[in-house]
């Protein structure tokens, strides 16, 4: 009667624990984080770049520059301050936390990061006032960048901040964005890059076609490649690899404009990883300053401009995706005529070796040539294979930072369809050590959910980060992986595995080991233990919890119960006792007898 009534309370209690934790290990409702996809491990760079519309571009341009001016100090400028603000929240749905800033009336986004305040932030930005003009271009443009890129990006949750700047005051001193720069400086905020856009629309015509817009960067002395010469070229490779190039790396010694715009406050106050990108066509910008700065004019070239926003969300996508535990891959999709030839960018920010596999069919003949943009060939490959499935095609080290270049051509006489994969270490940081053996500035082991899971493993696991029993099954992702079970399938809570009559859920319960049928060694099950309210824990196996004489490890060889005394008990202890002292007296009597 006893033992059937610890099983019921063992029983009812399990299933008030199993549904209080139900209750309180529900996933918390978050509406900083109500983004649709938490980015890691997926690299994003091309589905960004292509969902940025050169329509909604050119219709935030329209929408901004409609009242004709934004200079400082008007009721204009206010209301666009208010109607960014508005837009914001629209775009991202309320994911992004908005604030008007500063003594200068900023307007400062947050699409709040997973890792908070702990890790560095991404920034984009331009200035929304003007001077006593429409402004489309100036800076407009880069209004609607900053706009378009909230919107496409607010459709993730990334590991870090991204923060959206509308800087006022520009025209007359770059007073925002000073202000912004100090502020995140004096509380010690890490910006991992910042792009300020400023003038997209005019392309220099006479320049060859992949240097339409200028991405400026940072070369004074001192200055790491991975600041923002980095940060530069990367953009580079984003349009070139997903579009037709149009993007310029531009040292800032070439440029006479540099300290003019809203980069400039962050490069001055420490931020070195700032980057401008800037119109290639300011020579034969008539509209500079003008009346003529309308979304309509003539010169404007929206499909540049676009692909150029384009390639900085990819260039972020790109980044923000990096996986702990492996090397930087990314996968293209190249179909090829006969003789014709692909070019695919690689961005080398670290001494790697580069990997390069290939799947195809229908090919006669393939050329792989990887070299340095503008530079010797490194390594090259020919095949004569009709089709490979996952063949290493190269596989070079490398030791010179920047852009590299691997050609692929078709050099027989048939079409071929490739998927090309391209894998390597980076270093964004600069400090010797690749991105793939490091955390986000060793933050990215945050356990949100705290489950004894860290939230970049819950992602490779397909766990939330955010819930610590993702099977809702009462026994906590973390504790299930520690022990060998599979925190996806909610059944495991009633298994067995270690065949100790003790189902998973109350191995949970009791704390004990589910692989191990006997957690403390004393040689008792721990179900046995459990039932017969014993501890599984602790090794009482000479203990007597009923005080009849007979040890708890006894009790369970006889099939007794270790809790109750009753009249068979005594039985074995007396046997035992009985026949030493029948041994003793045989061997005294025949001792005796021995020595008569």
Do not use: C
Request: net charge negative; hydrophobic share 35%; aromatic share 10%.
């Amino acid at each position: 009667m006893r033992r059937t009534v610890s099983i019921l309370f063992i029983l009812v209690l399990s299933l008030i624990l199993i549904v209080a934790s139900t209750i309180s290990l529900q996933p918390r409702e978050d509406a900083s984080l109500a983004s649709v996809s938490t980015v890691y491990v997926t690299d994003l760079a091309e589905e960004v770049y292509n969902l940025v519309y050169e329509e909604s571009f050119r219709q935030f341009i329209i929408k901004v520059s409609e009242n004709g001016t934004r200079e400082y100090g008007t009721a204009e400028n206010v209301y666009a301050k208010s109607w960014i603000m508005t837009q914001l929240e629209n775009v991202s749905d309320g994911a992004i936390e908005v604030t008007e800033f500063g003594d200068y009336d900023s307007v400062l986004g947050r699409l709040p990061g997973t890792l908070g305040a702990d890790g560095p932030v991404v920034m984009i930005g331009g200035h929304y006032d003007t001077v006593d003009v429409p402004g489309a271009n100036d800076d407009g443009s880069g209004v609607a960048a900053t706009l378009e890129l909230a919107r496409v990006l607010s459709n993730y949750t990334w590991p870090l901040d991204i923060y959206f700047g509308f800087w006022n005051a520009e025209e007359i001193g770059l007073y925002g964005s000073w202000e912004t720069a100090e502020m995140f400086a004096e509380v010690e905020r890490d910006i991992l890059v910042y792009f300020n856009i400023d003038m997209l629309l005019v392309e220099d015509p006479g320049a060859p076609i992949d240097e339409r817009v200028w991405m400026i960067y940072d070369n004074s002395p001192g200055a790491l490649f991975q600041d923002s010469q980095y940060w530069a070229e990367l953009t580079r490779v984003m349009n070139n690899n997903y579009d037709q190039p149009i993007i310029l790396p531009m040292k800032a010694t070439h440029f006479p404009y540099y300290g003019q715009s809203d980069h400039y406050p962050f490069h001055a106050t420490g931020y070195k990883s700032s980057v401008f990108a800037f119109e290639s066509g300011v020579s034969i910008d008539d509209a500079y300053h003008s009346e003529d700065d309308t979304w309509d004019n003539p010169l404007y070239n929206y499909t540049v401009a676009t692909s150029t926003v384009s390639s900085i969300g990819a260039s972020i996508a790109y980044t923000l995706s990096r996986t702990l535990g492996q090397r930087t891959t990314s996968k293209y999709d190249v179909n090829l005529n006969p003789g014709a030839t692909r070019d695919l960018y690689i961005e080398i920010s670290i001494n790697t070796e580069v990997t390069v596999d290939a799947s195809w069919s229908g090919a006669d003949g393939l050329d792989f040539t990887l070299k340095k943009d503008s530079g010797p060939v490194l390594n090259s490959n020919s095949t004569a294979l009709a089709s490979g499935i996952n063949e290493t095609v190269l596989n070079e080290d490398t030791s010179g930072f920047g852009i590299h270049v691997l050609e692929v051509k078709n050099t027989g006489s048939g079409s071929v369809s490739l998927e090309i994969t391209i894998s390597h270490e980076t270093d964004i940081e600069g400090n010797g050590v690749p991105d793939s053996q490091e955390n986000w500035f060793n933050d990215f082991d945050v356990d949100t959910d705290s489950d004894g899971i860290s939230d970049g493993d819950e992602e490779l696991m397909g766990l939330d980060r955010y819930g610590n029993d993702a099977d809702s099954d009462g026994m906590p992702d973390g504790w299930e992986v520690e022990n060998g079970l599979d925190p996806t399938v909610q059944a495991d809570r009633s298994g067995d595995p270690d065949d100790d009559d003790l189902p998973n859920i109350q191995e949970y319960m009791a704390g004990t080991n589910p692989q191990e049928n006997d957690t403390d060694s004393d040689g008792m099950p721990d179900g046995w233990e459990v039932d017969n309210d014993l501890n599984p824990l602790v090794d009482d196996s000479l203990l007597d919890a009923d005080g009849d004489g007979l040890p708890n490890h006894l009790e369970y060889v006889n099939g007794l119960d270790p809790q109750v005394a009753d009249w068979i008990d005594p039985i074995v202890p007396l046997s035992i006792g009985g026949a030493i002292a029948i041994f003793v007296v045989i061997v005294i009597i025949y001792a005796r007898k021995k020595g008569a």
